[in-house]
Structure formats: structure tokens, C-alpha cells
T-cell receptor, first 114, second 114 residues
Framework: EAQVTQNPRYLITVTGKKLTVTCSQN?????MSWYRQDPGLGLRQIYY???????DKGDVPEGYKVSRKEKRNFPLILESPSPNQTSLYFC?????????????FGQGTRLTVV | GESVGLHLPTLSVQEGDNSIINCAYS??????FIWYKQESGKGPQFIID?????DKRQGQRVTVLLNKTVKHLSLQIAATQPGDSAVYFC?????????????FGSGTRLQVQP
């Protein structure tokens, strides 16, 4: 089954404690990205990756890092989480020959930073 | 850049009725539009898309209409069912050079009354 898998689904952490949210896709997609979803603001792109070792900033990259060492994985790293990073996070992937759409989304990770 | 807005935050319909969800976009150069459905606790799921060289596209119980003159698109769901209850987003691809992202509207929550 084609899917994008995120872990964990839920996470509560304290300010300043480094964390990583993992994302893996089994569709051999070149493109992957991270979005955060906040009430009234919709989904906003944090970072994206066009292929292995190629990453770049999206609309709201501050406070986040990513890496793309393998095609299937695209972890999101919060080096020093702050309460304003409390949000619902989605990883997405799409094929290089798609029409620029992020057709496959993960189930989401709800992060709370206290 | 693009901006996308939805006309109603919530739409309540009776089971069996038709639903119409509206969306407006700002960039007249936008040439591709996508509708996503997000059920509670899940990530956005692709429903249907349409290119700007089309006015209408039909899927299974869903139809998307595009009016480029007024920069408006709509999603019509025929014979709405309880399983259609979700938040619906329209989205357009971002056109930054080399970047792949989607600009999402704020979403319309569809509530289906039995």
C-alpha cells in the first residue's frame, strides 16, 4: 500500500529539548516536504526536498531543520523547540513527474511544546 | 504570490442533498487547482484536480468547476453522505522557481446531517 508514515503521531515535550519527527514514504518519490497546520492559517510549508541531499526552505523554516540522506526518509528536526511550534505537522511526497502536487500526505504529528 | 480563500468556514447539508464548496484565488496565472479532503485525525487526501484549460471536470460523485474570469472554483458533491463529513481545501501550486509547494485555502468544514 502506497503511504507516507510519520512518527510519532502525538508528542508532548518541554521547551528546549531537541526532538525529531520521522517521515518515510514507500513510493520512491523524489519530492518530499513538511507542512504545519494551524487554526485559521491553513497548511504552510516548512521545508522541502527535491531529491537526496537537496533541501530548501519553505514559507516558515525558522526553528526547524531537515535532512534527506535517503530517498525514502525526510526527518524534521527541532533543535530547541518553543511553545510557538506547537502545531499539527504533515509530511508529504510526490513524484517528479507529477503536476507539482503534494498528492500523498502522512497522518500527521500533533506536537505540544510546554 | 498566490493566495487562496474559501468562502464559508462551515457548510451544513442534509444527507442526500448536493453540496457546493467554493474557493477564490488571486493569481490569474495559476494554471492548476486541486481539492483535498481532510477527515478528522488524518492528513489531507487528494480528491480531484483541474487544469486551467478546462472549465469542468467530473469524478465519482464530485465535480469541480473553474471560472477563470472571476478566479473562482467550486467543488460539488452529489448525494452527500455522512462519510463526506470533513474539511475541504482548495490548493494551488506555488510558482517560485525550483520550489514545489502548495498554497492552501483556509478550508470549509462540511457537516452532513442525517
Amino acid at each position: 500500500e502506497a503511504q507516507v508514515t510519520q512518527n510519532p503521531r502525538y508528542l508532548i515535550t518541554v521547551t528546549g529539548k531537541k526532538l525529531t519527527v520521522t517521515c518515510s514514504q514507500n513510493m520512491n518519490h523524489e519530492y518530499m516536504s513538511w507542512y504545519r497546520q494551524d487554526p485559521g492559517l491553513g497548511l504552510r510549508q516548512i521545508y522541502y526536498s527535491m531529491n537526496v541531499e537537496v533541501t530548501d526552505k519553505g514559507d516558515v523554516p525558522e526553528g526547524y531543520k531537515v535532512s534527506r540522506k535517503e530517498k525514502r526518509n525526510f526527518p524534521l528536526i527541532l533543535e530547541s523547540p518553543s511553545p510557538n511550534q506547537t502545531s499539527l505537522y504533515f509530511c508529504a511526497s510526490s513524484a517528479k513527474d507529477s503536476l507539482g502536487t503534494e498528492a500523498f500526505f502522512g497522518q500527521g504529528t500533533r506536537l505540544t511544546v510546554v | 504570490g498566490e493566495s487562496v480563500g474559501l468562502h464559508l468556514p462551515t457548510l451544513s447539508v442534509q444527507e442526500g442533498d448536493n453540496s457546493i464548496i467554493n474557493c477564490a484565488y488571486s493569481n490569474s496565472a495559476s494554471d492548476y487547482f486541486i481539492w483535498y479532503k481532510q477527515e478528522s485525525g488524518k492528513g489531507p487526501q487528494f480528491i480531484i484536480d483541474i487544469r486551467s484549460n478546462m472549465d469542468k471536470r467530473q469524478g465519482q460523485r464530485v465535480t469541480v468547476l473553474l471560472n477563470k474570469t472571476v478566479k473562482h472554483l467550486s467543488l460539488q458533491i452529489a448525494a452527500t453522505q455522512p462519510g463526506d463529513s470533513a474539511v475541504y481545501f482548495c490548493a494551488v501550486p506555488t510558482r517560485d522557481t525550483g520550489r514545489r509547494a502548495l498554497t492552501f485555502g483556509s478550508g470549509t468544514r462540511l457537516q452532513v446531517q442525517p
